[in-house]
């Protein structure tokens, strides 16, 4: 595992990078560039070499609106990749999917991490891959399904329910046989959230830490930064995505999910020597 959580302490002291891998025709950012398993071998490697301390592969997007795919298309795409990657490199590699079958094939790759963005609710079997497995688990919060996501989130008091969905999430995986060291939580920027949601849970990304695992944010070129660019399309977010990293790191975020590792490694790495309760350069 990456990360250590012993008697409440987490065990990162530098902010980590996570390089996203989609081996996808149809994600928002790079859908189709890396479909073929020698192009996401050769970009996988690239990030290792810019700095990534994570690869994250997913085989499905779940970008707002996206269809799902078939168990059999998933595995076809991510587990070669996984397999060549893991013979490659010694990093480690995260499966991003909700399907338990998935996970299983991905952690037999090589995959040490299990990033689900349904946080154990879309596959009930999910909770024991994780526990057989021993596998770091990333609890994302969603409301809804990439399918409906975004049509017209509303919310209350959303960092508490945020909070108490995560705190939801963590019981069914420990009374699963998940151990408390296996778990990290992400609020799941823009999945299910407005302009305005995504902008609380940056002005109120401290207090995820409360809940005691490590904390990942996935801002990278999202749609709230096109928004707030005055609707600059996805290859001109990087400013913004930079900026994004910098808040993430200063709030005391652990990993941070990017696509452009080389830059925002630079980001993470200035901003955790500028911000408090880090270890210095």
């Known amino acids: ?37 020698k192009n996401a071998v050769r970009h996988g490697l690239e990030l290792v070499d810019e700095g990534a301390d994570i690869l994250d592969i997913g085989g499905e997007s779940t970008r707002p609106g996206a269809e799902t795919v078939d168990f059999d298309d998933e595995l076809e795409r991510v587990v070669p990749v996984i397999r060549e990657l893991r013979a490659k490199t010694d990093i480690p590699i995260s499966i ?8 299983w094939a991905a952690v037999r790759a090589g995959a040490s991490i299990i990033n689900d963005v349904s946080a154990l609710r879309f596959d009930r079997e999910m ?42 999430q963590i019981e069914v995986a420990v009374h699963g046989g998940v151990e408390a060291g296996q778990i990290c939580v992400d609020p799941g920027i823009g999945f299910g959230k407005t302009l305005v949601h995504n902008l ?12 005691g695992y490590p904390l990942m944010t996935g801002p990278s070129r999202k749609s709230f930064i ?17 900026a994004a990293v910098a808040a993430s790191v200063l709030a005391g975020a652990h990993i941070i999910r990017v696509h452009d590792v080389k830059y925002m490694k ?16």
Not at 13 to 25: E, F, H
């Open 96 to 103: 991003d999917t909700y399907k338990a079958g998935v996970a």
């Open 127 to 168: 909770v024991e891959v994780v526990a057989e497995s021993g596998a770091g688990v990333v609890l994302m919060h969603m409301q809804g399904n990439p399918q409906n996501m975004q049509f017209d989130p509303e919310y209350h008091d959303m960092t508490r329910e945020i909070m108490d969905f995560l705190e939801k």
């Open 200 to 211: 609380e849970i940056f002005r109120n990304l401290d207090r995820y830490l409360g809940l």
């Open 226 to 242: 096109g928004k707030l660019l005055d609707d600059a399309p996805v290859e001109e977010r990087i400013e913004g995505t930079a």
């Open 1 to 37: 595992m990456i990360w250590r959580v012993k008697d409440g302490s987490i065990q990162i002291d530098q902010p980590l990078i996570m390089g996203i891998i989609n081996v996808t025709p149809d994600s928002f950012s790079d859908g189709g560039s890396f479909l073929s398993a």
């Open 266 to 281: 630079r980001v993470a790495r200035v901003a955790a020597a500028l911000g408090p309760g880090r270890a210095g350069p």
